[in-house]
Nanobody, 124 residues
Framework: QVQLQESGGGLMQAGDSLRLSCAASGRTFSSRAMGWFRQTPGNRREFVASINWSGGNTDYAESVKGRFTISRDNTKNMLFLQMNSLVPEDTAVYYC?????????????????WGQGTQVTVSS
C-alpha cells in the first residue's frame, strides 16, 4: 500500500514558476514508477509526466515538454514537478500517482495509487 500527498499548488500568473511535491509513504517508493496527471472539471485525467523507478527515464506530454520537469528523491520518498512558464491552460487539479512497475506510463489506468490532488490556477 502506498499513500500519496501532493502539496505546492496555488494561484499563479502566466509566466510564473511553481514546484509541486508529492510525499509518499511506505518502503516501496524507490521501486515504483511515478506519474503526474491533471484534471479539469468535466474532463478525464490528462497525463503530464512520468518517471521510472530510478529517475533515469522520464516522459512528458507534448503540452508541457520543455516547461515542466519531473524528478524524484528516493532517499526521502518524494516526487516533484517543476513547472515553468505557466500558462492559463495549465490550470487544473494535479495528481501524483504510483504504479506497481518500475517503468512509467502515460495511461492513467496503469497507476494503482493516487493522491488527493492539489489545485493549480494560472491567471492571464
Amino acid at each position: 500500500q502506498v499513500q500519496l500527498q501532493e502539496s505546492g499548488g496555488g494561484l499563479m500568473q502566466a509566466g510564473d514558476s511553481l514546484r509541486l511535491s508529492c510525499a509518499a509513504s511506505g518502503r516501496t517508493f524507490s521501486s515504483r514508477a511515478m506519474g503526474w496527471f491533471r484534471q479539469t472539471p468535466g474532463n478525464r485525467r490528462e497525463f503530464v509526466a512520468s518517471i521510472n523507478w530510478s529517475g533515469g527515464n522520464t516522459d512528458y506530454a507534448e503540452s508541457v515538454k520543455g516547461r515542466f520537469t519531473i524528478s524524484r528523491d528516493n532517499t526521502k520518498n518524494m516526487l516533484f514537478l517543476q513547472m515553468n512558464s505557466l500558462v492559463p491552460e495549465d490550470t487544473a487539479v494535479y495528481y501524483c500517482a504510483a504504479r506497481e512497475f518500475q517503468v512509467g506510463s502515460d495511461w492513467d489506468a496503469a497507476y494503482d495509487f493516487w493522491g488527493q490532488g492539489t489545485q493549480v490556477t494560472v491567471s492571464s
